[in-house]
């Protein structure tokens, strides 16, 4: 784990006392040892019930519970010294009840912003598992069995669909859409092989390179103009993705 500046520490002092909090915990890069010299701190805040953000108001801008929708819930934007701090909210009754439709293989995906495929609700435990401890506990779980069995079906039929809808821009000559439905498509089969190998994902950052995906970026950059050209690139992409049918 990183070591923690001083005026980022004594945040932490101040987001444990906030009533209403549970446990703060360090997310993000940092926690996981992936930071470079351009990451910034994210502090996660757990907690139950009501929490009160009256101690943050003036120290950057504050987003209430629910002002980024019901799984990133909401949060600040805050600098503490040098240090850029993102402090994120979550509602341990909505970690908890994602967490146990996760045990059971069972999860919805919400538009995001930053998302390209929309955030899946088993985040919210991903989270748990990499995060680490400055205040109080929060209890993380193994990916669930059956996560690992049902999520790649859900995201392959996603990743099928995309691919069509690429298809259907490509017959109208619409590159952008083409574009943006087959990196769609690449997504969804980097998330497909993830849960395959039980792996705990938190944001796309580096989800096509976990996945052993990068080699599509290639193809990315060499995307043609006309119709039949355009058809025949999704069928590579297509194939690359293991995708030999049309949905």
């Given at each position: 784990?990183?070591?923690?500046?001083?005026?980022?520490?004594?945040?932490?002092?101040?987001?444990?006392?906030?009533?209403?909090?549970v446990a703060v915990v360090l997310?993000?890069?940092?926690?996981?040892?992936?930071?470079?010299?351009?990451?910034?701190?994210?502090?996660?805040v757990y907690y139950r019930g009501e929490i009160d953000l009256a101690a943050l108001s003036s120290l950057g801008t504050v987003f209430p519970p629910g002002s980024?929708?019901?799984?990133?819930?909401?949060?600040?934007?805050?600098?503490?010294?040098?240090?850029?701090?993102?402090?994120?909210?979550r509602d341990l009754d909505v970690v908890e009840y994602w967490t146990r439709r996760a045990q059971?293989?069972?999860?919805?995906?919400?538009?995001l912003l930053g998302y390209l495929t929309g955030i899946p609700t088993y985040v919210l435990t991903a989270e748990?598992?990499?995060?680490?401890?400055?205040?109080?506990?929060?209890e993380a779980v193994p990916f669930p069995p059956k996560l690992a069995a049902a999520a790649p079906q859900v995201w392959r039929f996603c990743r099928s669909f995309s691919l069509?809808?690429?298809?259907?821009?490509?017959?109208?000559?619409?590159?952008?859409?083409?574009?943006g439905q087959a990196a769609a498509a690449v997504m969804e089969e980097a998330h497909a092989i993830s849960c395959e190998r039980g792996q705990w994902v938190c944001n796309e950052k580096r989800l096509i390179e976990a996945a052993g995906?990068?080699?599509?970026?290639?193809?990315?950059?060499?995307?043609?103009?006309?119709?039949?050209?355009?058809?025949?690139?999704i069928d590579l992409v297509a194939h690359h993705l293991g995708a030999h049918r049309k949905f």
């Open positions: 784990m990183s070591a923690i500046p001083k005026p980022v520490t004594e945040l932490v002092d101040v987001l444990a006392a906030m009533p209403g909090t997310g993000g890069s940092r926690a996981v040892r992936s930071d470079d010299k351009e990451s910034d701190w994210d502090l996660g980024w929708g019901r799984v990133m819930n909401g949060g600040a934007w805050l600098e503490c010294g040098d240090e850029k701090v993102d402090v994120i909210l059971e293989g069972e999860f919805d995906r919400d538009a748990l598992a990499s995060c680490q401890p400055l205040h109080g506990s929060v069509d809808y690429a298809r259907m821009h490509a017959r109208r000559g619409n590159v952008a859409g083409v574009a995906l990068s080699s599509l970026n290639a193809l990315f950059a060499e995307i043609p103009n006309e119709r039949e050209q355009l058809l025949e690139w």
